[in-house]
C-alpha cells in the first residue's frame, strides 16, 4: 500500500502554495499591519509552541493512559508543539474574500499564517537540533544552538529569497523579454523556483526563502513584465496552488483511513484540542493587548476573538507530522494531527459566517482606491505634502515605516523596476546588438579601405 511521502509534499507540492500566498499577498494592507504580523507570527508561535509542549507534558506525567509517561519526554511534546502550531486558516479566507470582510482583519489572519507557516517549519527543525541533547534535563549548549540555528536559516533564507526576486526584477528590466511573453512567463517561473532550492542547498528551508522571493516579486519583478506575462504568471500559479491544495486536503481525508499504522489514544487527541485552545488564547490576547500600547488602529477584542477562532490547523502540521512518524510516540503525534487538522477545518471554517454575524464584523467593505492612486503617484513622484500627509493618515504607518515606504518609492523602486526610471527600460540585449552592428561597419569599413 502506497503511503504519502513527504519529500513530494515538501519539493512539489508546498513551494506553490506557499508562493502564491507571497505573490498575492494585498501588500497595502499586510505592510500597514506589518509589526503586529510579525508579533503574532514569531513571538506569537514560539508561545504557542511552548505553551502546547507544556501542557502535552503535564498530561502526559499524570499517567491517565498507560505507556505516555514513559514515551513522551519533553522534547517530543515540544516537536508536538511546534508543527501544531502551524495555522493554516485556507478556509475562512475564502468566505473572507467572498464576503469583503474589513481589510485589516483579513490581513492580520492572511499575514500572521503565511509568516507563521514559515517560522513554525524552521521553529520544528530548530527543535530537531536539539535531538543530542534530548535525554538531558536542560543543556544550555543545545539551547543556544537551537536559537542560533532558527536565527540562521530564518534570515539566511529570506536573504537567498529577497536576492533572486531582486535579480529576476533587473533582468526583466533590463532585458527585451517584455517582447517574448513565453519566454518571460518561464523565467520568472524557474528564479521563483530556483530560490527554493537555493536555500534548501543552503542548509536553510526553502519555505522561507520562496515566500520573500514571492514578495519581492510581486513587489518589484511584476511591474516590469508584459500584460501578458502578468496575466500567465497569476493564473499559472493560482492554478498551482489550487491544485496543490486540493490534492493535500484530500489526500489528508483519505489517509485519515487507510493509513495501517495509527495510535489511536482518545485521552491524549481530547487534551491536545485543549492544549491548542489555551495556547491560542495565551497567543493571541496578551500579544494584542501589548501591540494596542502602541497602536494608532488598535486590534479590537472582536477582532481578536475572530483570530482565535480562525486559527486552523492544515497541511503543514501534517505533513512535518509525517515526515517523523518514526517510533510510537511519532505515530501517536500523526494520528493526533490528523484528527485536529480535520476538526479545525471542518468544525471552525464551517462556522466562521456564523461567528462574524455573532460578532457583529463589517461585510462588504470597498477597496480604498483613493490611497492606492497616491501611492502610485509616490512611486512616480508626482506627489504633494499636502498628499503624503493624507497618505501617511490612511496607511495608519508608523514613522519608521513611513520612512521605509518612502525610501522604497524614492530609490528601491526606481532602481529595480521600470516605473519611476528616468530612463526607462534599458535592453542589454538591444545594447549587445548595437556594438555588433558597430563592430561589423567598422570591419567593412577597414576592408573597403583596402
Known amino acids: 500500500r502506497y503511503n504519502f511521502d513527504p519529500e513530494i509534499f515538501f519539493y512539489i507540492l508546498l513551494p506553490p502554495i506557499i508562493f502564491f500566498a507571497g505573490y498575492d499577498l494585498k501588500k497595502k494592507h499586510f505592510f500597514r499591519n506589518i509589526g503586529s504580523i510579525l508579533m503574532f507570527a514569531f513571538v506569537g508561535t514560539t508561545i504557542s509552541a511552548f505553551a502546547v509542549a507544556a501542557i502535552m507534558w503535564l498530561y502526559c506525567q499524570t499517567g491517565m493512559e498507560a505507556g505516555l509517561k514513559e514515551e513522551f519526554i519533553f522534547f517530543e511534546c515540544l516537536l508536538f508543539g511546534a508543527l501544531i502550531s502551524a495555522t493554516d486558516p485556507v478556509t475562512v479566507l475564502a468566505i473572507f474574500a467572498e464576503l469583503n470582510v474589513d481589510v485589516d482583519l483579513y490581513a492580520l489572519i492572511f499575514g500572521e499564517s503565511v509568516m507563521n507557516d514559515a517560522v513554525a517549519i524552521v521553529l520544528f527543525e530548530s527543535v530537531l537540533s536539539y535531538a543530542p541533547y534530548k535525554n538531558a534535563t536542560f543543556s544550555a549548549v543545545g539551547f543556544l544552538s537551537c536559537v542560533g540555528q532558527f536565527c540562521l536559516t530564518f534570515f539566511g533564507s529570506f536573504f537567498i529569497g529577497t536576492v533572486v526576486g531582486l535579480i529576476t526584477s533587473m533582468i526583466t528590466k533590463l532585458t527585451r523579454l517584455c517582447d517574448f511573453p513565453v519566454m518571460e512567463t518561464s523565467l520568472f517561473t524557474l528564479m521563483s523556483y530556483s530560490s527554493f532550492l537555493l536555500s534548501e542547498a543552503a542548509g536553510f528551508t526553502g519555505i522561507v526563502g520562496i515566500l520573500f522571493c514571492a ?235 583596402r
Open 215 to 449: 514578495i519581492t516579486q510581486a513587489h518589484y519583478t511584476s511591474r516590469n513584465l508584459s500584460l501578458d506575462s502578468k496575466k500567465r504568471v497569476f493564473e499559472l500559479f493560482e492554478t498551482l496552488n489550487f491544485l496543490a491544495e486540493n490534492f493535500v486536503f484530500s489526500y489528508i481525508g483519505l489517509f485519515l483511513f487507510t493509513y495501517d499504522g495509527h495510535v489511536w489514544r482518545p485521552g491524549f487527541i481530547v487534551c491536545s484540542f485543549l492544549a491548542i485552545g489555551v495556547a491560542r488564547i495565551i497567543n493571541v490576547f496578551p500579544l494584542s493587548g501589548i501591540l494596542n500600547l502602541g497602536l494608532r488602529q488598535k486590534i479590537p477584542c472582536k477582532f481578536q476573538l475572530m483570530m482565535w477562532w480562525a486559527g486552523l490547523r492544515g497541511a503543514i502540521a501534517f505533513a512535518l507530522a509525517a515526515e517523523y512518524s518514526e517510533g510510537e510516540p511519532r505515530r501517536i503525534i500523526l494520528t493526533t494531527t490528523l484528527v485536529i487538522v480535520l476538526a479545525t477545518v471542518l468544525v471552525n471554517g464551517s462556522a466562521t459566517t456564523t461567528v462574524l454575524e455573532l460578532l457583529r464584523i463589517r461585510v462588504g467593505i470597498a477597496e480604498d482606491a483613493e490611497t492606492d492612486h497616491i501611492i502610485n503617484q509616490l512611486a512616480k513622484k508626482e506627489i504633494g505634502d499636502e498628499d503624503l500627509h493624507r497618505l501617511q493618515e490612511q496607511t495608519g504607518l508608523g514613522e519608521l515605516g513611513w520612512r521605509f515606504l518612502k525610501a522604497d518609492y524614492s530609490y528601491l523602486v526606481p532602481l529595480f523596476t521600470i516605473e519611476g526610471s528616468s530612463t526607462g527600460r534599458v535592453s542589454m540585449v538591444r545594447g549587445c546588438w548595437t556594438m555588433a552592428d558597430v563592430r561589423e561597419t567598422s570591419r567593412q569599413t577597414r576592408e573597403s579601405r
